[in-house]
């Protein structure tokens, strides 16, 4: 029986050091080696380190609350801004088991930039308090929308009804699956407010943390004190774009330190196996220098 010819099907993909792929309409092949191309320098593994912390904890932000910025660069999106934001706050230094395990150390990162004023805000005894004058003090349990929204336009300048006040509460955990070694992560809560005349329903039904929308001295406080940071944000819709208020999270969290020293920098540059040896050139080059200053 005669045989046909069948047609060669391409189709893209990697088999061993082969990948194939359709650029144009046209099949391309190229050949590639299986092992690293490059390989881990002191500098470039604590940068890298460092930068996955930022990124593990935008991570933690929800989805619809993540933080925006209203000056981008051309070609530049809200994330590419926060992780350069992320460069100019303490390094964090995690080994490789907890970049893998997605692990974060709280940092006081920008989580918002625009054109409406911050609002400053400074740690108490025992709790944050912000510039913004909301009346007497007491919890947040028996107000609604409506009572601060008056407290906040009657007693400030700068607001408006319809603005939304955003407040983020970002706590500093350690697992508890294994006892013999935990990592750090972070929890980020994020209540959004829209100031209204007509809304009526409690505070606490809104915003389920309504711990940052208390008073103190007559000031809006967060009064649950815990390790990690907190920010609030003025919001502003706008025909064209969202008006915000220029903002980084608050920090008091001890890991910090601890995830900054150059000890920890040795346990990273161990995890992920990077040479320490000095070639001949820089015989005296001390590896502390590689450890940023904050």
Not at 53 to 77: A, C, D, I, T, V
Not at 208 to 231: N, Q
Not at 274 to 280: A, D, N, R
Request: aromatic fraction near 12%.
């Amino acid at each position: 029986m005669k045989k046909l010819a069948q047609p060669f099907v391409v189709k893209t993909g990697t088999i061993g050091d082969l990948t194939v792929y359709n650029k144009h309409g046209i099949y391309i092949g190229r050949v590639h080696k299986n092992f690293p191309r490059h390989k881990w320098q002191p500098a470039q593994c604590l940068s890298a380190s460092n930068m996955a912390n930022s990124s593990h904890l935008y991570r933690m932000f929800p989805e619809e609350w993540k933080p925006e910025f209203q000056f981008l660069l051309p070609g530049q999106n809200n994330y590419n801004r926060y992780l350069s934001f992320a460069r100019h706050t303490p390094p964090i230094y995690l080994v490789r088991e907890e970049v893998e395990l997605f692990a974060a150390v709280v940092v006081p990162v920008a989580v918002s930039d625009g054109v409406l004023p911050p609002i400053t805000a400074w740690w108490e005894t025992d709790c944050v308090v912000t510039d913004l004058s909301i009346g007497p003090a007491g919890s947040a349990e028996g107000l609604t929308v409506r009572g601060l929204t008056e407290a906040l336009l009657s007693r400030n300048g700068g607001w408006e009804e319809g603005d939304t006040l955003l407040f983020y509460h970002v706590l500093q955990h350690f697992s508890s699956d294994n006892p013999s070694w935990s990592y750090p992560y972070a929890q980020v809560l994020a209540a959004g407010l829209t100031l209204s005349l007509a809304d009526d329903r409690p505070l606490e039904e809104v915003a389920r943390w309504a711990k940052g929308f208390e008073s103190v001295e007559g000031r809006l406080a967060h009064t649950a004190v815990a390790d990690g940071g907190v920010a609030w944000v003025h919001l502003r819709k706008s025909e064209k774009e969202c008006l915000r208020s220029p903002q980084r999270l608050l920090c008091r969290n001890p890991l910090i330190e601890r995830y900054s020293t150059f000890e920890q920098a040795m346990a990273v540059w161990k995890s992920f196996r990077v040479k320490l040896e000095q070639p001949f050139l820089m015989p005296d080059q001390d590896l502390r220098t590689y450890c940023r200053k904050w």
